[in-house]
Structures are given as C-alpha cells and as structure tokens.
C-alpha cells in the first residue's frame, strides 16, 4: 500500500472506493462526496457509521493515507424500515 496526504488520497480513488489511515484498517473508511456531509463513514462491510466525519488536526497532517477498497454502502443500520 502506498501511503499519502489525505489530498494525494482522495484525489487518487475510483468512484466507491475508500480512504483510511494506515493503523485504522478494518476500523473505519472514509468516502468523500459531494454532498452536504462531506465525508462519510463506513464499516468495511458497509455498514454506514456517520454521514458526516470531522477529521482531527493530526488526519489532515497525516501522511499514513492508503487506498483501500471499494465499499459497498449499506442500509443505515440504526434506522428501521
């Protein structure tokens, strides 16, 4: 895995494909979108954790980025149908 800045890395992936830090593999991925969340959130299954993801001062320092793989979202698991 190649790492990077957390600019390299999104302008780097493929549509569906996520970003994470290096020690957060199987965590936490991150989607960034155009829409009014910004960035979201998921579990490597899909499972969707937050539609809106505030990074902290040392995620938009880092230089641990990696591409990991396309995510497929899920149905929001805390909503019921």
Do not use: C
Request: charged fraction near 35%; hydrophobic fraction near 35%.
């Amino acid at each position: 895995m190649i790492e990077m800045t957390i600019i390299e890395a999104i302008k780097a992936i493929k549509d569906g494909q996520a970003i994470t830090r290096k020690d957060e593999i199987g965590f936490g991925y991150y989607i960034p979108t155009d829409g009014p969340g910004g960035v979201e959130m998921y579990e490597e299954d899909g499972n969707l954790l937050s539609i809106r993801w505030n990074p902290r001062k040392d995620d938009l320092i880092a230089d641990d980025w990696v591409i990991v793989k396309k995510i497929t979202p899920r149905k929001k698991r805390y909503f019921h149908n």
